[in-house]
């Protein structure tokens, strides 16, 4: 795709000195690939595959002081003069706003691989493993005397801000399932597997205001200027099991656990279990209810617990740096906490489904209750306290 927004800025506010009203365009393109080969019948093997372009070019816009629109929306037309013909009140005339210049830049590619082979009529092996990249760069840019109306005094010598972002994710997932029947009255489902994950962000970026002179597009050129850099990255492995009875097809229990180990765990803390059981009864079926007006009667329950993991960086210790008059500096950021574990939630539910005159309607009952312990917030040390 191809495609040009609704500013034609270039028509209706010609060049001055050189500087060119930025046009909105948006540029897209993608393709995919999905195949499976079956070398036998008993494996199966597939791959995805996944590429997307994109560039994007507007002038200043959204909930924006400087924006195009939301200056427009503030236009005051007996404030009109020969320079400033919309009547804009503050900060920037629209003619002025259009030469602010807004791109962004990405390339997305993510595949998988996957794998099935089974063994017999009971045990199926499968496994997947995926690739996920992401690469940004974001730019705006203000060029050497923007204010071509003379009425901004917002770095009218101009800017450029740059930023590139570069996010990995790779998964990989393992599972086997054995499913065992006894007769016609008794079925077993036994899971077991593996996860892992591995995620990586890296941010990087910089500004430079006050250009030397027109012709100037790049922030290193600029009198004043700015860096910025961060890195992140997580790591997790799990592995599960889960057991299901499924009697006479009116009874079913459920029974697993996870256990997790994440990077951001602290020193003292090495894996969370997370435990879960459940419970499902049909009465109709399992006495053989033949009314309409009870045509379909369920009752459930279901007790679990999950977590939510820290940041990457919240066990750590960390200072950030300050600038004074002395000169370089560090002061406090994070405290730190080497015993740090997950927040786990206990949920419960209990709930029921009946069907009346032969299911034409339909009547759902949930109570759910959720407790929360070791609850992560972020604390204000206080400064008092010799950190």
Same mark, same amino acid.
């Given at each position: 795709?191809?495609?040009?927004?609704?500013?034609?800025?270039?028509?209706?506010?010609?060049?001055?000195?050189?500087?060119?009203?930025?046009?909105?365009?948006?540029?897209?393109?993608?393709?995919?690939?999905?195949?499976?080969?079956?070398?036998?019948?008993?494996?199966?093997?597939?791959?995805?595959?996944?590429?997307?372009?994109?560039?994007?070019?507007?002038?200043?816009?959204?909930?924006?002081?400087?924006?195009?629109?939301?200056?427009?929306?503030?236009?005051?037309?007996?404030?009109?003069?020969?320079?400033?013909?919309?009547?804009?009140?503050?900060?920037?005339?629209?003619?002025?706003?259009?030469?602010?210049?807004?791109?962004?830049?990405?390339?997305?590619?993510?595949?998988?691989?996957?794998?099935?082979?089974?063994?017999?009529?009971?045990?199926?092996?499968?496994?997947?493993?995926?690739?996920? =990249?992401?690469?940004?760069?974001?730019?705006?840019?203000?060029?050497?005397?923007?204010?071509?109306?003379?009425?901004?005094?917002?770095?009218?010598?101009?800017?450029?801000?740059?930023?590139?972002?570069?996010?990995?994710?790779?998964?990989?997932?393992?599972?086997?399932?054995?499913?065992?029947?006894?007769?016609?009255?008794?079925?077993?489902?036994?899971?077991?597997?593996?996860?892992?994950?591995?995620?990586?962000?890296?941010?990087?970026?910089?500004?430079?205001?006050?250009?030397?002179?027109?012709?100037?597009?790049?922030?290193?050129?600029?009198?004043?200027?700015?860096?910025?850099?961060?890195? =992140?990255?997580?790591?997790?492995?799990?592995?599960?099991?889960?057991?299901?009875?499924?009697?006479?097809?009116?009874?079913?229990?459920?029974?697993?656990?996870?256990?997790?180990?994440?990077?951001?765990?602290?020193?003292?803390?090495?894996?969370?279990?997370?435990?879960?059981?459940?419970?499902?009864?049909?009465?109709?079926?399992?006495?053989?209810?033949?009314?309409?007006?009870?045509?379909?009667?369920?009752?459930?329950?279901?007790?679990?617990?999950?977590?939510?993991?820290?940041?990457?960086?919240?066990?750590?210790?960390?200072?950030?740096?300050?600038?004074?008059?002395?000169?370089?500096?560090?002061?406090?950021?994070?405290?730190?906490?080497?015993?740090?574990?997950?927040?786990?939630?206990?949920?419960?539910?209990?709930?029921?489904?009946?069907?009346?005159?032969?299911?034409?309607?339909?009547?759902?009952?949930?109570?759910?209750?959720?407790?929360?312990?070791?609850?992560?917030?972020?604390?204000?040390?206080?400064?008092?306290?010799?950190?």
């Amino acid at each position: 795709t191809d495609e040009d927004g609704p500013y034609d800025a270039a028509k209706n506010f010609p060049a001055v000195d050189g500087i060119v009203p930025e046009s909105d365009t948006n540029r897209r393109g993608s393709i995919t690939r999905n195949f499976t080969v079956i070398p036998s019948s008993k494996i199966r093997i597939g791959v995805w595959t996944l590429f997307s372009d994109m560039e994007h070019h507007t002038p200043d816009n959204s909930n924006n002081i400087y924006g195009v629109f939301s200056s427009a929306l503030m236009s005051q037309l007996r404030l009109a003069t020969a320079d400033n013909i919309y009547g804009q009140p503050a900060f920037a005339t629209f003619a002025e706003n259009l030469n602010q210049y807004v791109q962004d830049e990405s390339q997305h590619f993510a595949s998988s691989l996957s794998a099935n082979l089974k063994l017999n009529d009971e045990i199926t092996v499968d496994g997947t493993f995926g690739i996920d =990249l992401v690469n940004q760069r974001s730019s705006d840019f203000r060029p050497f005397g923007w204010g071509v109306n003379d009425f901004t005094t917002s770095q009218s010598d101009g800017s450029r801000g740059i930023g590139s972002r570069q996010h990995r994710e790779i998964t990989a997932d393992f599972k086997g399932s054995w499913v065992t029947n006894f007769g016609d009255d008794f079925e077993s489902t036994f899971l077991a597997g593996v996860q892992g994950f591995l995620s990586q962000n890296e941010l990087s970026g910089g500004r430079g205001t006050a250009f030397p002179g027109p012709g100037i597009e790049v922030a290193s050129a600029g009198g004043q200027q700015s860096l910025v850099e961060t890195w =992140l990255r997580n790591t997790q492995v799990g592995g599960y099991l889960q057991e299901q009875f499924g009697l006479y097809d009116h009874t079913f229990i459920t029974v697993g656990g996870r256990w997790d180990a994440n990077s951001a765990f602290g020193e003292s803390f090495e894996t969370a279990f997370y435990p879960k059981v459940s419970v499902s009864f049909i009465p109709t079926d399992a006495f053989g209810w033949e009314s309409e007006t009870f045509s379909t009667f369920r009752l459930r329950g279901a007790l679990g617990k999950s977590g939510l993991q820290p940041g990457a960086f919240d066990k750590f210790t960390t200072f950030s740096p300050i600038v004074s008059t002395s000169g370089p500096g560090l002061q406090p950021e994070n405290l730190g906490n080497q015993e740090l574990r997950p927040e786990v939630a206990t949920e419960i539910e209990i709930g029921t489904e009946i069907g009346l005159f032969n299911d034409r309607i339909g009547i759902d009952f949930t109570y759910w209750d959720r407790t929360v312990e070791d609850a992560m917030v972020s604390r204000q040390f206080p400064v008092s306290g010799g950190f």
